[in-house]
């Protein structure tokens, strides 16, 4: 037998190709022994709220299991006709309505169909435990039905309900974007209740137009910053630092005092004669105002990466470019920018993708034309209560901003956004 | 950087001209900071400099709203719940994220891009989406446990924030502690076990104080987070663990009141405390690795 043939062994007799994949294994296990808790507490208290917040956009479970029987029977119902219900829908519904207004669960079930249709919260109000319990089993039911509201017996009523029996709905995400369903189709809603797809537009174009100001303004900062004498860079690079450290509140309340009408810029430019007292801009509580301070809040995060990008850029190459005849602005424009541009997109994508999502802001500073859909969120998490529309509105924020992730990793590679 | 001396007269207006342009943006940045500091200093309920003020007049002067600050029963209470929720939700981040960092950085994992991925999504995803998704699942949370386990609603009121924060501020102590494990060397802990030391000696007498500025540096960040933090706080809070940024908003967006000026010029004293913190760690962590001479 030739030695070539015979298995290395470790110092333990086992074969050295096996010992090795063991201690392989054994160092694989005890990292993901080190991560398993955090992974486990990020996927507890964030990932399975953000799923839940999914499922919620289409849940639709409310209405089936509030009057089950009353969708049973509804299930032979021809919606495309023009006949309500038959009685026995009226006698699923009357026993459902007894089970519901019993544990107090009807009105719940009719603010959900008022997102649908108006008029249905106070259908399912009016239909309480008094008035049920007059009725008259002997006689027929719908007639009495009608009595409490005559909308009980319309086709639209019965449509709404018909329609929102499924367990599932896509009602949340077509209200979203300002359209409804209706028995022949999926319509857009009238002129004046359609607000969420201008909402969207118009916080995409204020956070394009704020990425475009951090961008004009943090450019020049990063360049300055990154061809200084280190002593000097890092005396200025604290004015940048600063406001990054500093509270977000802190930053809105100043830039509130600065732009009042009554506040310290229109008092310097009526102090200095510019404006006339009576004149005084209105640069807060509108969409000037939302851009100002949130370019000022942002800028640092435009700053930051474009800064250490540009401090890799030797400045060797701009020398070489000129010594070969270029002019500045050709050497700058043909040699530098384009060295810089993975900064740019790691602050912009930071940048926009910050200010997309951005609520306490243009809360404070945007009044009524300088806000964003993160406010419609929140109108409907605290004051609507319509949250199916929340998690609607948010899940399509999120898909933008993946989307947005998902091109920009194309372009430039989500690795080379540097944090400072 | 300076100007040659045989630059053309475009050139010098030029270089003159953009060092103006910069200053002018350096001033945008700091001066809406600067300008509340002598504000809350105001005698007066007024958001502007008052006449007195820029005559220097010392009766134009007060500390007014600072008292105020201090003797308001919400401000205080806001003040405790800060110094509560913070905290807690940073020594929760440090300590997980400190230990995955390391995991992280160990020569093989499996999926790694994925758990890097999941673990930093907190900071990828926008705080109004974050906060909506929390307030659907944590109100569900809270009123388990306050129904089947009978915790008491203001207990858990705190933990669903600090759970929340704790979340949030996960992703900078990765980034901070594994960054710095990059330019650990590994030879040392070989060594350590090499002389008999078991794995839990060697993390916190050799690699522990090692990475500490990382660290510390993460922590910082993860205590800001938290610390300046109000999405979440509202959607999720009740009126019991109002902290100081959202006292502040309700301020500003209610009745305001010059006493948000001085709680926000206090909040710069220590945004500047925090910065100075973390630039020494960070010069500190840099000499120490050879990468800067100064």
Known sequence: MTTSTEPVVAADGLPLKRSLARALRRQKIRALLLIAPLLLFIVLTFL????????????????????????????????????????????????????????????????????????????????????????????????????????????????????????????????????????????????????????????????????????????????????????????????????????????????????????????????????????????????????????????????????????????????????????????????????????????????FILAIGYYITPELVGGTDGTFISNRIYYHISSSLNWGLAAALATILLAMVLALYWVYDRLVGIDNVKLG | MSLPSYASTGQTVWYYSFRVICGLIFAFLIIPILVIIPLSFNAQDFFTFTPEMLRLDPAGFSLKHYQDFLSDSGWQQALRNSFIIAPIATVIAVSFGTLAAIGLSQSHVPFRGTIMAILISPMIVPLIISATGMFFFYSKMGNFLEDQLGWDQNFVGYIKIILAHAALGIPFVIITVTATLVGFDKSLTRASANMGAGPVRTFFKIQMPLILPGVISGGLFAFITSFDEVVVVIFIGSANQQTLPWQMFTGLREQISPTILAVATILVAISIVLLTTVELLRRRSERLRGMSPG
């Open chain 1, 48 to 351: 399975v709220p953000i799923g839940n917040m999914l499922l919620r956009s289409v849940d639709n479970a409310i209405v089936e299991e509030t009057i089950p029987r009353t969708v049973e029977a509804l299930r032979g119902w021809d919606e495309a006709g023009d006949v309500p219900p038959g009685e026995d829908v009226f006698e699923a519904l009357y026993a459902d309505m007894l089970i519901a207004t019993d544990a107090k669960r009807h009105t719940r079930l009719g603010s959900r169909l008022n997102y649908e249709s108006s008029g249905m919260s106070s259908l399912f109000r009016k239909t309480n435990e008094r008035r049920l319990g007059r009725f008259e089993l002997e006689q027929p039911l719908a007639p009495q039905f009608e009595d409490i509201d005559e909308d009980w017996i319309t086709l639209e009523t019965w449509r709404v309900i018909k329609s929102n029996s499924d367990p599932v709905t896509a009602g949340y995400f077509l209200a979203a974007m300002d359209l409804r369903a209706t028995p022949t189709g999926i319509e857009p809603v009238s002129d004046l209740q359609a607000i969420y797809v201008k909402l969207f537009v118009r916080t995409m174009i204020l956070s394009v137009t704020i990425t475009a100001m951090c961008f004009l303004l943090g450019y020049p900062i990063a360049w300055i910053l990154a061809n200084l004498p280190s002593r000097s860079a890092n005396m200025l690079l604290i004015l940048v630092l600063l406001p990054f450290w500093t509270s977000l509140l802190v930053r809105t309340s100043a830039w509130k005092v600065l732009l009042q009408q009554q506040g310290v810029i229109n008092d310097l430019l009526v102090w200095v004669g510019v404006l006339a007292d009576d004149n005084r801009l209105a640069m807060i509580n509108n969409a000037t105002g939302t851009v100002i301070a949130m370019t000022h809040i942002l800028l640092p995060f435009m700053i930051l990466p474009l800064y250490s990008v540009m401090k890799t850029i030797s400045p060797t190459y701009l020398r070489a470019a000129k010594s070969l005849g270029a002019t500045d602005w050709t050497a700058f424009w043909r040699v530098y920018f384009p060295q810089s541009v993975p900064g740019i997109g790691a602050g912009a994508i930071l940048v």
